[in-house]
């Protein structure tokens, strides 16, 4: 038996002419039972989206008439395997699953009396080119509303980006909202604990508190934040049950008391701060149209401005919340990390507010050698010879250099020669009782004797000896052999190896807190990981310039020394000024330099 369910002219139009998807089905099962005959019963099965189930009948026909067990068995299969499936026993069915892209949409089912009739496949790919058509045509239509909300979207956090106040940003927010959506009104409102004011409105740079308009938004909005629900009030709902009107009272007030037809009222909280936006349209078409995604874009909007909201705050009032908001989750419950975190903050700070130390005063220092000789030349005259530079170590009466004894050489002949003659005229006028004579005699032999053991001298200290044991620090006469050299010329300086001096140059900050009697540490750079103790014997009141600071030089003595000591050597000394706080030991010195720029800047 042919079973025709509606005239074919008929269900042409219908199909041509569909709009809405549960009609187009109905239609489109109509067409394709009407060509293909002999059908029993037909079913549509369809999901939400694209691969997305739940998979549920949509259209049966004849109406009422539900699939058997052995027909929904077979459509699971085509369900799991993608594949058109047939079955002739018991029954004659038909599935096909309705494909696009790999993308399963869902299937049509069709029981026939006796047999599927031969003209069947070629009925069913011409339904299926329906079913794409109008599926190609549906998705393009959604991703052409969904690109036009995303500029929607982009627009507006535009203007929130090149506001250059929050309060800026949430009028051009409203009012673009205003614009895109076909709203009347869009008010923007944020608030905590003490209640919801209104932030913005659009159309108006400027509002009173005092108008009955701000206060019915304002009012609304803590209708809904107090619920946390978002509300939507439409023209004509008065007449609801008496607790829907107790729920939406505020919203059918501002309803109706400024003449609009529908109003969305989405809350939205983020950490402590909430807020609201308040949709008023004029019409209930466009609020139904609208109203799904205006409220999409209020979480979007409402973080955005909350975050301008942050930025404007000044730095004092960040910090308070910030300092606030971490207190309030300290007292709160299942914190145990955090407040064993502050306990140990708590006793580290109270550690530090109590604990003393000793106060280690560092400064740059250097070996001196306690005993510092100059051997400068006897006499004018020329080098000979140097067999020690700098850097040697010398024993004591060492020649470290000779000086050209040639002149003094025949300078003692030459007063030896004269007390010879002197000696033989003395004794010539002693022979003659010539007494005045004598006397000049023997005085000219003394003159010339003198001038001898003086020549004598002179010849002895050519040879540039070393007056103590020690290490030559200064003086090279190796590169100057055969040049003159001045009477009281440097031409060495030596140090004792047993005997040195610590030289501290301590900052200026630093030096009140050095004293005579100190004790110290030395470590050299030349040898790291030895410390060599002392004692602080001196504190020049002068200042020197080095390194662009002012350094004040101190004077130490060494308890002991150690041969790889040598004069020269640089590394840094640390005094002990005695025991002070922790916490004043690691902050003085910026504490200091605080208080000075306070006495520049501010004079206090």
Known sequence: MTMLFAAPSDLWQRLISSEDEQEFLETWLSCLISLCGQVVQATVVWGDAANVGPFRPRVDLPVGRVADRSMATLCERVLELRVPLTQTIPRVLLVHPVMLDANLYGLVAIEFESHIPAHASDVLRWGMGWLRERISGSEAHAADALRERLFVMLDVLTHVIDASKAVTAAQSVATELAQHLGCERVSVGFGKLDGIRLFA??????FSRRNDLTQAIESAMNEAVDQGETMYSLAGNDSADEQRLVLMREHDHLRRDFDTDAILTVPFKVGEESGVFTFEWATEEDGEKWRDFAASLVPLMGRALLDRRQQDRSWPKRAHEYLRQEWMK???AHQGARKLVALLGMGGVLFLAMAKGDFLVAAHAELEGGIRRVIAAPFEGFVASSGFRAGHVVKQGDV???LDDRD???????????QTQYSKQANEAQAQHNLAQLQISLAQTRQAEAQRDLSETMLERSQIRAPFAGVIISGDLSQNLGGAVKKGQSLFEIAPLDS???ILNVDEADIPHIKAGQQGELMLAALVGERFPFTVTLVTPVAQAKEG?????VEGSLYATTPRLRPGMEGVAKVNAGKER??????HRFIDWLRLQCWVWLGV
């Open 201 to 206: 409105l659009s159309h108006s740079a400027d």
């Open 330 to 332: 300290l007292n709160g």
């Open 400 to 402: 470290l250099a000779t």
């Open 408 to 418: 003094l050489r025949l300078e003692t002949v030459r007063w030896e020669s004269q």
């Open 500 to 502: 040195y001096r610590v």
């Open 549 to 553: 600071k002012n350094a004040f030089r």
């Open 582 to 587: 922790l916490v004043w030991i690691w902050t």
